[in-house]
């Protein structure tokens, strides 16, 4: 599912290069964009123990979260709509190991901006090769592949300048553990519990 990602971002590359050109001729309706910020929330994945008796719990909608894609104003009515790759992220350091979960979602929303500033919107984001991973200095190993899954979003967003917005977002996603390997092994689950993904979340749009 990597390839699935790289081959999305590769389209997009493409995309920005038209867009560009685009905007070259003195059209802002179609216009390349990137976003990052955090967010927080979901179902504890693992935790880490660490040397000093602290602990750090990897989250199922932590931590970091990036984007590239594309925004679109339709230029007669108030409506935007919005695709992007992204990559979302949480990880736990530590001097005697380390953990992270990642994932790649894709999004598509829309849009309404008919009031000054703002803008309110709502889609569909596919999380793509969502895996959790800890490594234990000397000790444990530990795996989770969890199966591929669609979620919702909705989103408010300020525009700060023509190019910048703030954002403020909620998404609703479930994770069902589809693979788990320890020390070496490997096992296939079966019928288990969905942990939520659910977070909310702050971030940035900019587009060119």
């Not at 905007?23 to 660490?50: C, H, I, K, P, W």
């Not at 984007?67 to 005697?96: C, E, S, T, W």
């Not at 609703?172 to 942990?195: C, H, M, P």
Request: negative net charge; glycine residues 12%; contains cysteine.
């Amino acid at each position: 599912m990597k390839k699935i990602f790289t081959r999305s971002l590769f389209a997009l590359a493409i995309g920005a290069a038209c867009l560009s050109a685009h905007a070259e001729n003195g059209s802002q309706d179609l216009r390349f964009a990137v976003s990052g910020g955090l967010t927080t929330g979901g179902d504890d994945l693992f935790t880490m123990e660490y040397e000093d008796g602290s602990s750090k719990d990897l989250k199922g909608g932590a931590l970091v979260e990036l984007g590239i894609g594309m925004l679109y104003q339709a230029p007669d009515i108030p409506v935007a709509g919005q695709l992007m790759a992204k990559y979302h992220f949480d990880v736990a350091n530590a001097r005697n190991g380390d953990g992270n979960f990642d994932r790649y979602p894709i999004e598509a929303a829309l849009f309404y901006t008919g009031l000054e500033s703002w803008r309110f919107g709502a889609g569909i984001r596919y999380v793509l090769n969502p895996s959790a991973d800890m490594s234990i200095d000397g000790g444990d190993d530990m795996e989770a592949g969890f199966d591929e899954t669609l979620g919702l979003l909705v989103e408010v967003g300020y525009q700060i300048s023509p190019q910048f917005w703030l954002n403020v977002r909620a998404v609703s996603e479930k994770y069902e553990l589809e693979t788990f390997r320890a020390n070496g092994q490997r096992f296939d689950v079966i019928d288990a519990e969905k942990l939520s993904g659910n977070h909310v979340g702050l971030n940035f749009t900019v587009a060119y």
